[in-house]
């Protein structure tokens, strides 16, 4: 009961947002917001952050005081002379941590809180990224669909035409199965689109966190947008990756442990007091004194913690090593990224204003010929197919223009 409350919860507040858009539509900032907002993988990162910010509040906290009572110097036997009937106890002691440890390890925290935080937007780059994908995938197959009814309502024709010539003997009956057998086809086609354009419907769904049976709709009208070349060196990467980020928090974490360790070599202190009460009433009450101080810089005894900082040393060495391999890594991806991007971009416009305007006045022409009895049903069909496939195909290079241009964005968390 309590899981259906919540997913109408859900489901209403998921609408809330799409009919701030238009009824059932939503765009693709809208989607990324919503991402944002309610992604539960998000929501962990954020909340292991306020954990650690929690934890580092509380660093500087003592040691609970001890206190204790018993019995001192009461002897075995009994004894008359009341100065042998030994005393009553009562004890107090505080362990005072050294400051210098306690302001080091309140440090150490709020650097843990912030390498989640730098997680946490490394990995909303990662969301960002799948829905970007997965909305223009959809924008592209809702493209491909267009052409899918087009081509049904062209073949559907072609097959009318030859079953209307059949019994007057101007089409044989192989064309009038080859039509039918296109058509079909296509068909099957528009199925396959649709099972996809559902797909990612679902995925998206799933990373809004509402449940998968929910349907928008989104923009289908967009055109290939222009792509724009983004400055792309070490230094901007370093600025703006969160994955470097996030191994800066993490050296700046080591480091700052690594000092915590060092302040082990301060000494910590003990103050402890005891009081005795007499139970002879000729022995006076007394009270003992005693402070205490940590001696951490003996041999036996600081052997771990030198240890430590040449172990942590070593790895702030490697995380360095890490960072500047990712840097080189990305500055190579990315400017092998923005090639192919630009050659796509080349490619779309060669199929929008030489290839599909080409192809479609050859089917126009031998369609025309046949209607007017001058050409047979393959040879319309071969074109009609030359021209189906080269629209796939420009859409297909459309898809892996967006996908390219995607994750180019992603590699510089834009």
Not at 39 to 49: D, E, G, W
Not at 126 to 136: C, D, G, H, I, N
Not at 218 to 234: H, K, M, N, S, Y
Request: proline share 3%; no cysteine; glycine share 4%.
């Amino acid at each position: 009961m309590m899981l259906n409350i919540k997913r109408i919860f859900i489901v209403v507040a998921f609408f809330t947002t799409v009919n701030a858009n238009g009824q059932g539509h939503m765009s693709l900032d809208s989607i990324i917001a919503a991402v944002k907002e309610r992604n539960p993988m998000l929501k962990s990162y954020s909340s292991r952050a306020e954990a650690m910010n929690a934890y580092a509040k509380g660093a500087k906290g003592w040691m609970a005081p001890e206190v204790g009572g018993g019995l001192w110097m009461l002897p075995y036997k009994k004894v008359d002379d009341p100065r042998d009937k030994g005393q009553i106890m009562l004890s107090v002691q505080q362990k005072f941590t050294n400051p210098a440890k306690l302001r080091a390890n309140q440090g150490y925290l709020e650097s843990k809180a912030a390498i989640e935080q730098a997680s946490e937007t490394y990995v909303f780059n990662e969301l960002r990224a799948q829905a970007k994908t997965a909305y223009y995938q959809w924008m592209v197959l809702e493209k491909k669909k267009r052409v899918l009814k087009e081509n049904e309502e062209i073949i559907a024709l072609v097959l009318k035409i030859a079953q209307l010539r059949y019994p007057y003997n101007q089409s044989k009956i192989s064309n009038v199965y080859k039509a039918e057998g296109r058509l079909q086809e296509v068909r099957n086609m528009i199925l396959m689109n649709d099972n996809q354009i559902i797909q990612k419907n679902i995925l998206l769904n799933q990373l809004m966190n509402v449940p998968g049976d929910v349907r928008f709709s989104i923009d289908t009208l967009g055109q290939p947008r222009e792509f724009i070349l983004a400055v792309a060196d070490t230094i901007t990467f370093a600025e703006s990756r969160s994955d470097i980020r996030r191994i800066d928090k993490s050296i700046l974490a080591m480091k700052l442990n690594q000092a915590l360790e060092n302040y082990q070599s301060k000494p910590d202190f003990n103050l402890s007091f005891n009081h005795m009460i007499a139970r002879g009433s000729e022995m006076p009450n007394q009270f003992m004194l005693l402070g205490m101080v940590s001696i951490p810089i003996a041999p036996w005894s600081s052997k771990t913690y030198k240890s430590n900082i040449q172990g942590m040393s070593k790895e702030i060495d490697a995380m360095k090593s890490e960072r500047a391999a990712i840097l080189n890594e990305l500055l190579g991806m990315t400017t092998s990224m923005a090639t192919e991007i630009n050659t796509l971009g080349k490619q779309i416009e060669n199929y929008e204003k030489r290839i599909t305007p080409a192809l479609h006045k050859n089917y126009e022409t031998l369609m025309l010929a046949y209607e007017e009895n001058k050409e047979e049903l393959p040879i319309v069909i071969d074109a009609w197919e030359t021209l189906n496939m080269t629209q796939m195909q420009y859409l297909d290079t459309v898809q892996r223009y967006y996908e390219m241009i995607v994750n180019y964005e992603k590699q510089l968390e834009k």
